[in-house]
């Protein structure tokens, strides 16, 4: 799982679990709440898991614990899964990742329909690239020359991860709320940092590193760097 403390991805080892309640008794399916800490952060985390449970028996007291966990969600922190950005990105594409990032453990879906627009506003309004639907401007994108081969791929796999062809929706009204694929808004998340390294953080620290570079040769009396 992603630690919604300081967003790593762990294993997340329960320190205790509540009481099941069961859905069917005869299926043995119910609930739990477990709580434990992130082993890279020690933040303490609660999650409400679904499963199939079992039963047994001390000094013949019945005890019930969750055997085969069909699903697990977050509720504790609440609201936390943010991540921290370099401030040389631009602050409305801080806000629109530390949103989708935040809404992740509530929902997927809508994660990954934030993350999809924002990744349309980086080609529209920083790259240019207007070619009519998302698969269309990544094709575009992952063409342009300069482009480092690893960030190739992560935006590439985009199309694919999100299986845009079941989902045409994804192609063309990219903020759409629909189904996402496993994995695919935690997929979304790390592209666009990515992207954001590429198109933002990199350019600025190298023209700050060319400008005292210059500011030394000039004081110096040498040729400056174009």
Sequence with gaps: MICPHCNTGVRFETS????????KEDAHLGYDVAQGFCPECQGFIVVLRRGRYFSHYDRDEELREMGEIASSTVIYPTGSGGRALPQEVPAAYRRDLDESSRVLLI????????????????????????????AQEIEEFIHQSGVPSQLIEAVDAIRNVGNFAAHPLKDTQT??????????????????????????????????????????????GKPLMK
């Design 16 to 23: 205790g679990s509540s009481a099941v309640y069961a859905e």
């Design 107 to 134: 929902s997927p879906r809508a994660s990954a329909a934030l993350s999809r627009r924002t990744l349309q506003s980086i080609f529209h309004n920083e790259l240019q690239i207007r070619a009519g639907t998302l």
């Design 175 to 220: 903020g759409t709320v629909i189904e996402v694929e496993p994995g695919e808004a935690e997929w979304l998340l790390d592209v666009l940092e990515a992207l954001f390294d590429f198109v933002f953080v990199q350019p600025t620290r190298l023209a700050k590193r060319k400008s005292q570079l210059n500011a030394k040769l000039s004081a110096a």
